[in-house]
T-cell receptor, first 112, second 113 residues
Framework: KAGVTQTPRYLIKTRGQQVTLSCSPI?????VSWYQQTPGQGLQFLFE???????NKGNFPGRFSGRQFSNSRSEMNVSTLELGDSALYLC???????????FGSGTRLTVV | KQEVTQIPAALSVPEGENLVLNCSFT??????LQWFRQDPGKGLTSLLL?????REQTSGRLNASLDKSSGRSTLYIAASQPGDSATYLC????????????FGAGTILRVKS
């Protein structure tokens, strides 16, 4: 079966711009989470969506937002990009709380 | 606040050795613990998931154990191969934080041929 698909794989943006990343979970998975990975901070939780509702949010500024559609696909948006937003953004999906999370290959965002 | 620590931070071993990676967590109220592998610049590959009620899980040359009361997990890799070289991450799903995974910083493993 198809895994978690993230698009695009790579992005280069300029400071002040905004960006939208996309994630398609495994078919049937209703929980989608986003994580930011940087060399200095490691993997940090951004937010989690379940059935189009945000259930949990990490400690990130309001410039980071997301949403989930009725088909469980999710997008995250970062506005007014800063150099520090350069990171690997990972999406993960899960069937239910007790099940394992499956991660996508990530989107590498570089802000210049 | 849940904190996850992985020891050692890096490990270099010759091919064929058995090795143990350690993971500790501060809050024992967890749903489960998951071990991942990450190759450079790539996403995370799930290796093993241990539910809070379980003591261990095995998959091929990998064996993960969980001692929830002491807040510890170990990942045992038997007969290591150069292809095992990667960063290994453990993550816990904590009751307090719902579906959020809290990750350790990882162990960078290098298996020399």
């Amino acid at each position: 079966k198809a895994g978690v698909t993230q698009t695009p794989r790579y992005l280069i943006k300029t400071r002040g711009q905004q960006v939208t990343l996309s994630c398609s979970p495994i078919s049937g998975h209703r929980s989608v989470s986003w994580y930011q990975q940087t060399p200095g901070q490691g993997l940090q939780f951004l937010f989690e969506y379940f059935s189009e509702t945000q259930r949990n949010k990490g400690n990130f500024p309001g410039r980071f937002s997301g949403r989930q559609f009725s088909n469980s696909r999710s997008e995250m948006n970062v506005s007014t990009l800063e150099l520090g937003d350069s990171a690997l953004y990972l999406c993960a999906s899960s069937l239910v709380t007790e099940m394992a999370y499956t991660f996508g290959s990530g989107t590498r965002l570089t802000v210049v | 606040k849940q904190e996850v620590t992985q020891i050692p931070a890096a490990l270099s071993v010759p091919e064929g050795e058995n090795l143990v990676l350690n993971c500790s967590f501060t809050d024992s109220a967890i749903y489960n613990l998951q071990w991942f592998r990450q190759d450079p610049g790539k996403g995370l590959t799930s290796l093993l998931l241990i539910q809070s009620s379980q003591r261990e899980q095995t998959s091929g040359r990998l064996n993960a154990s969980l001692d929830k009361s002491s807040g510890r997990s170990t990942l045992y890799i038997a007969a290591s191969q150069p292809g095992d070289s990667a960063t290994y991450l453990c993550a816990v799903r904590t009751v307090e934080y719902g579906n959020k995974l809290v990750f350790g910083a990882g162990t960078i493993l290098r298996v020399k041929s």
